[in-house]
Each structure stands twice: as C-alpha cells, then as structure tokens.
Antibody, heavy 121, light 107 residues
C-alpha cells in the first residue's frame, strides 16, 4: 500500500524556520519526481516545489512565493522527502501536502494527508 | 506564469442536475490539465488527468474535455456526495498553477 506521511508541522514565529519531512512507503521512492503543494486556510491549492529523480540530477523547481526561502530535498536511501522552510511569513500558514509526481499519469500521482504549519507571533 | 481562470467561483445545483465547470489557460498547455475534488478537511482527490482521462475508481458521471485553452469538467448527474470544491491544475510548465476553485453547493 502506497503511503506518504508528512511530519514536522507546527507553530513557528515569523522569521523562523521549520523542516517538514515526508516518509514514503509502498513504492520505489527513488523513481518518481516529488512535489510539495500547500493550501492556506480558506484558500486554494498552491504548488510550491518539485524535485526530480537521480536520473535527472535531483534538479528542483520552485514557485516564486517561496524561491530563496524554501529548499526541497530528498534522501532516497531513507525514502524521505524534505522541505526546509526559512524566513517564514504569516502568509506561509497552510496545510502542506507531499505529493508523488503531481500530474503523473494513471495512478502515478499520490497525495499525503498533509501537515499544518502555522506562522504566528 | 500561466494563469488558470476558473468559472464559476461558486454555484448551486440540485441532485440529478448536469453541471459544467470551466478553466481557461492564459496560454497553450496542450492537454496537461487535471481536475480535483476536495471536501472540507480532506485531501484533494484527482478526478481527471490529461484533460479527459478518468482517474481509476472515479465514477463515469465525471468527464473532462478541452477546446484550445478552454477546459471543461462535466458532472452528468449530480449525486449528494459530489457537493464539494473543484479545482483545475495545469502541469504544462513551471510554476504549476491551480485555478481558484469552484464551490458547488446544494440548491
């Protein structure tokens, strides 16, 4: 059974940092690209980052809203995806979803349950 | 960036109604479009990918179509469990972008 389990969310002050983790199981984690998608309270979905696989040199893409502040990474030996979030702003408050290959064909795409990040003083 | 303009932003309908929701892309995205359904507090569920391919396990009353840069999600006969928020996603180019969502409510 495919599973993506996010962790690391919580309350952080503006300007602070947080690292989200996503533990994967039930599939060959090293194969697909991986994404982070977030959803602010009462807001729509926002794609924020992608990391490609080893065959594509683990290259990354970011949304402008997080570029320079957030870093996506993966450790294929630990079947884990990460999102390092620095210089957090109140507008980063959201549920953060780990997604296996957003836009993947067939059953290629899969979403985790999400973890809530609250940025507030 | 590619803008996805979704309409309407909200609508009300009755069980049994035929419903259409539209997303217009600001530039060509071939067929790199997906539709999602989301209920409050739940994970988004993909219904359609590549504009018209039905996700495994999704009822056949859901369908997607495309005409140029205009994409349509159709629910042929609304069921009680279909009242939710629907969003489109373009994954043709970075940054991937979602439509703002359509809240479908019971009339």
């Amino acid at each position: 059974e495919v599973q993506l389990v996010e962790s690391g969310g919580g309350l952080v002050q503006p300007g602070g940092s947080l690292r989200l983790s996503c533990a994967a199981s039930g599939f060959t984690f090293s194969d697909p690209y991986m994404d982070w998608v977030r959803q602010g309270p009462g807001k729509g979905l926002e794609w924020i980052a992608r990391i490609r696989n080893k065959a594509h040199s683990f290259t990354t893409e970011y949304a402008a809203s997080v570029k320079g502040r957030f870093t996506i990474s993966r450790d294929d030996s630990k079947n884990s995806l990460y999102l390092q979030m620095n210089s957090l702003k109140t507008e980063d408050t959201a549920v953060y979803y780990c997604v296996r290959q957003l836009g993947g064909s067939g059953d290629g795409e899969f979403w985790g349950q999400g973890t809530l990040v609250t940025v507030s003083s | 960036d590619i803008q996805m303009t979704q309409s309407p932003s909200a609508m009300s309908a009755s069980v049994g109604d035929r419903v259409t929701i539209t997303c217009r892309a600001s530039q060509g995205i071939t067929n790199s479009l997906a539709w999602f359904q989301q209920k409050p507090g739940r994970v988004p569920k993909r219904l359609i990918y590549t504009a018209s391919s039905l996700q495994s396990g999704v009822p056949s009353r859901f369908s997607g179509s495309a005409s140029g840069t205009e994409f349509t999600l159709t629910i042929s006969s609304l069921q009680p469990e279909d009242f939710a928020t629907y969003s489109c996603l373009q994954y043709y180019s970075y940054p991937f972008t979602f439509g703002q969502g359509t809240r479908l409510e019971i009339k």
